[in-house]
């Protein structure tokens, strides 16, 4: 604290006495006062030395060393800063938030142990009449296999076999009707057209006669006749049929009873596509757009000659040369060649031994080994070989012999 001038109590002290204070005080700025030196430079209030006091004086006295006694011992004044000693701050204790878990997982897994509580108990309940609770029949499950009237696609019986056999192959017989067709007869007894079909090897299934007696299997599938070399493991196989229907519906009893030429009852089982379209006379497509025979099946004048008569084994369409032909019906190329009467010919060969002839072309658009789709193009039409003019003989032969083409055309 700067001194600047006599305290009010003291100021009867002579000017004589304030000069020796202010002399002592100079001495001494280099001491130690209080136990504490003093380290700033000591200014006169003359502009030279200035005294500094920490202290408020109370009393002065004419010896210097009282006067510094009293100093000493008077309290510090209003805003002196005093120094004390550092004291420990209390530690602080911190307190763990109590831990909180959010409702939904709460809820969460009281629903998992109820359902779970729940499970265990149904599993430990008694097994009553009441709790063996059986399915309702399932019609379209029983009528997999005698669903099919139509020539849409039907399933795969390899795909999800539903057949359940419980009783032996048999058949009943059944006259035609007026009215009657295969897919009616079909539909009223719960089999495919394929067994109708194919149990009374009908070739031409929309025509039925009235009066005709065919027979109507109890169950679905169509009939094989066993070949050299077949067992009953190959024929299900090749057959896509489960073994143990062919054993039931057959009433087999030892795996070595078979023999060639006998004939089995395959439940479930379905003509091939082309067989079926070919038996309903909705087989081939026409090889040209244009329909118009000029020369149908059958005996005929040579048309060259005006002479003779023969057989005309095909019938011949009207075209131009250059008109696209198309493959009737699916299959493989067997014959791409040139004959003296046929000229530029090609041979489609298809299953149930069918075989197809398209001559007198004018270019060939396959070859040998090239198998084709029906509607596909195979060649052009031409005037080659024995002719009068450009078109197309198209011929159809069943194993081997020539058969009238609008058998199979629809």
């Known amino acids: 604290m700067q001194w600047t001038g006599i305290p009010k109590h003291a100021s009867h002290i ?134 099919y009237t139509g020539l849409t696609e039907r399933p795969s019986v390899g795909d999800d076999f539903l057949l359940q056999v419980t009783e032996t192959f048999s058949s009943t017989p059944y006259t035609i009707q007026s009215g009657d067709s295969v897919s009616r007869i079909a539909a009223q007894n719960g089999v495919s057209m394929d067994a109708v079909i194919a149990l009374n090897n009908l070739s031409q299934a929309n025509l039925l006669s009235v009066g005709r007696v065919i027979k109507i299997p109890n169950m679905d599938g169509i009939p094989y006749v066993v070949k050299n070399g077949d067992t009953y493991e190959s024929i299900a196989r090749t057959m896509d049929t489960p073994l143990f229907a062919i054993a039931d519906a057959n009433d087999i009893q030892s795996m070595d009873d078979i023999a060639p030429g006998r004939t089995l009852f395959i439940p479930g089982a379905r003509m091939s596509r082309e067989a079926l379209r070919m038996a309903l006379g909705d087989y081939f497509i026409w090889p040209l757009q244009n329909r118009r025979i000029t020369s149908p099946y059958g005996w005929r004048t040579d048309p060259v000659t005006g002479k003779g008569r023969r057989v005309h084994e095909g019938i011949d369409l009207s075209a131009s040369t250059g008109t696209v032909i198309k493959a009737a019906v699916d299959g493989r190329v067997v014959a791409v060649s040139i004959d003296p009467v046929y000229g530029k010919y090609v041979i489609l060969s298809h299953s149930n031994g069918l075989q197809t002839l398209y001559a007198h072309m004018n270019a060939f658009a396959v070859k040998e080994g090239d198998y084709v789709y029906q509607g596909a193009k195979i060649g052009e039409v031409g005037a080659t070989g024995y002719v009068t003019g450009a078109h197309l003989h198209f011929g159809v032969y069943k194993n081997g012999k020539s058969v009238n083409p609008l058998i199979y055309l629809k």
């Not at 430079?41 to 006694?69: C, E, M, Y």
């Not at 530690?91 to 142990?113: H, W």
């Not at 009449?129 to 399915?135: F, G, H, K």
Request: hydrophobic share 40%; no cysteine; charged share 20%.
């Open 14 to 147: 002579s000017r004589e006495t304030v000069d020796k204070i202010s002399m002592i005080d100079t001495v001494l700025s280099d001491q130690i006062v209080n136990g504490r030196k003093y380290s700033s430079p000591l200014i006169s209030r003359d502009g030279t030395k200035q005294v500094i006091f920490s202290p408020r004086r109370t009393s002065v006295n004419t010896n210097a060393v009282a006067l510094r006694q009293n100093v000493r011992d008077r309290p510090l004044v209003r805003n002196q800063v005093r120094s004390f000693p550092p004291q420990r701050l209390p530690q602080r204790r911190t307190t763990k938030a109590p831990l909180r878990i959010p409702t939904f997982y709460i809820v969460f897994m009281a629903v998992v142990a109820f359902f779970s509580l729940i499970t265990l108990l149904w599993q430990t309940l008694p097994q009553s009449s009441t709790l063996n609770i059986e399915p309702a029949p399932d019609e379209a499950l029983d009528g997999f296999m005698s669903d």
